[in-house]
């Protein structure tokens, strides 16, 4: 689990963050990012790179590997500094709080936010009252919500947040940092070369990038349309998701409930009500489901992996959400809706019976998740699905970095290089709706690869490296059968007698 130190960042200067930014340039296309490389990019006078190296080798911002290759790449710690620094600028955030959740592909964190002028103050989403729910105990690794909690992590002194009285002028939000590749997709670089081009020197960074900004896309986009109750998304950079805070308990924690039909039904609703416009969220289970405590109000969260209903597994996806959902409530409250049961089609609908009534993927184009990513990203969640198989190696080359200009600063130099990577997708991309695999102009239908097509693939290629093998050992019998011959002549020609 990688834990945010936030002291560390308050002593970084404006050159620490400088280097971090030329490393990260630069693992563009390379895997370890050469010293002279990263001095050049960064563009410190005096030889001020190694300074500002060591130091960040000792935060452990930066991981540096000289066994076989003098280089050194960022790590996760290193990239959400990036990604809090970019967020302070843009005056998004204040105060660093507590980690309020954990999970396989994400950590989630408390944050501090400035109510702005002419923004009404936060607001309680709920009237008073008694709470609905019981939850269970606090696990060692996720603390529970509770506003005492937070008032005492957020220490209000004037001097520590720059002069904002947090009672009055400062709102929590919540921030999500993706972790792909921490325990999952273990086996997907290894089991295909699903980014293309740049399969060699992508790194889990960049899979957590994507996984990010589809979150953020789905997210606007089910927010702006008022399709289902989601956390209002403020902002993204990097691999982090800016989002409103709900203030509520996962549903998997709550172990008494007054209304368990009332919520069940809410989730079923949410997921027909998904359907209609369009999509399949593809982990609708209890521990991405928030509960309010007093009205009972289900909010849907975490949205990488939802796809299409155009999608050849969205009826798979739907009938497993269903299961997931079902299930939970049968083991934690009883209810179990038997087929014989008037209201089991209500509690159990089919996907091919639910009118689609609205498309979401223009907006979540219009979200910044443009095509190209959509269909990485897409191939990415195809491996998710499949076993590990034999590790198929890629022969691309690696691409080289270009130079940076003089008079040019890091900041700009990487965002014109998101935007020329942005805009080369846009231009070269061919026509993919989100979630599908179809596409448009001379380019055919690609055909789903199954595990049949994987044992084949294997088989082949050991078939080739048995054939190889034979013929090495075949010219190298012919070899020594030549040196042999060679001796012999040589021996002769020694022995005659001129």
Not at 29 to 55: D, F, M, W, Y
Not at 58 to 86: E, I, Q, W
Not at 292 to 303: L, N, R, Y
Not at 332 to 352: A, C, G, T
């Amino acid at each position: 689990m990688v834990k945010i130190d936030s002291n560390k960042f308050r002593y970084l200067s404006n050159d620490d963050f400088r280097v971090l930014t030329a490393i990260e340039m630069g693992m563009k296309n390379h895997e370890l990012v050469p010293t002279p490389l990263i001095e050049r990019i960064a563009g410190l006078r005096h030889g001020g790179t190694q300074k500002v190296l060591s130091l960040l080798l000792k935060y452990k911002l930066v991981h540096h590997d000289a066994k076989n290759y003098d280089g050194y790449h960022l790590t996760y710690p290193g990239y959400d500094f990036l990604s809090l620094k970019t967020f302070m600028k843009r005056g998004h955030v204040i105060g660093f709080g507590r980690q309020i959740g954990v999970g396989k592909e994400s950590d989630i964190y408390l944050l501090l936010s400035p109510v702005k002028e002419g923004e009404e103050e936060e607001t309680k989403d709920e009237e008073e009252g008694e709470e609905n729910i019981v939850i269970e105990k606090p696990t060692e690794e996720i603390e529970q919500f509770d506003d005492e909690d937070d008032e005492d992590e957020f220490d209000e002194k004037e001097d520590e947040f720059d002069g904002y009285d947090l009672e009055h002028k400062a709102k929590q939000i919540v921030i999500k940092f993706h972790r792909l590749g921490r325990s999952s997709f273990r086996a997907v670089k290894n089991t295909r070369d699903y980014l293309g081009k740049r399969s060699k020197t992508t790194n889990w960074l960049y899979m957590s990038r994507l996984s990010a900004l589809k979150e953020f896309a789905f997210m606007k986009a089910i927010y702006d349309t008022k399709c289902i109750p989601v956390p209002k998304p403020i902002d993204c950079n990097r691999h982090c998701v800016l989002m409103e805070h709900i203030k509520g308990y996962p549903l998997y924690q709550i172990r008494e409930m007054k209304h368990p039909l009332y919520v069940y039904e809410q989730c079923v609703d949410l997921l027909v009500k998904l359907a209609q416009y369009g999509l399949v969220h593809g982990d609708f289970n209890e521990f991405n489901l928030l509960v309010k405590p007093k009205s009972e109000k289900v909010v849907v969260i975490d949205f990488p992996q939802m796809v299409s209903t155009s999608h050849p597994n969205a009826e798979f996806y739907f009938n497993r959400d269903l299961d997931c959902i079902s299930n939970f409530f049968a083991k934690r409250f009883s209810i179990i809706i038997k087929p014989e049961d008037e209201e089991y089609s209500r509690f159990h609908p089919k996907l091919s019976d639910i009118t689609k009534e609205y498309s979401l993927d223009v907006h979540v184009e219009a979200s910044g998740f443009t095509k190209e990513k959509a269909k990485e990203f897409d191939e990415i969640l195809k491996e998710k699905e499949q076993e590990e198989t034999t590790d198929i190696p890629s022969d691309k080359d690696d691409s080289t970095v270009e130079e940076p200009q003089q008079g040019q600063s890091s900041e700009e130099q990487h965002e014109e290089a998101v935007d020329a990577d942005q805009s080369l997708s846009d231009e070269e991309s061919p026509s993919v709706v989100t979630g599908t695999s179809t596409t448009t102009g001379r380019r055919k239908k690609k055909k789903a690869i199954t595990e049949d097509d994987i044992k084949e693939k294997v088989k082949r290629d050991f078939q080739k490296k048995q054939y190889s093998r034979a013929k090495d050992i075949q010219t190298a019998k012919r070899n020594a059968q030549k040196g042999r011959d060679t001796q012999k002549l040589r021996r002769k020609v020694k022995d005659f007698d001129y």
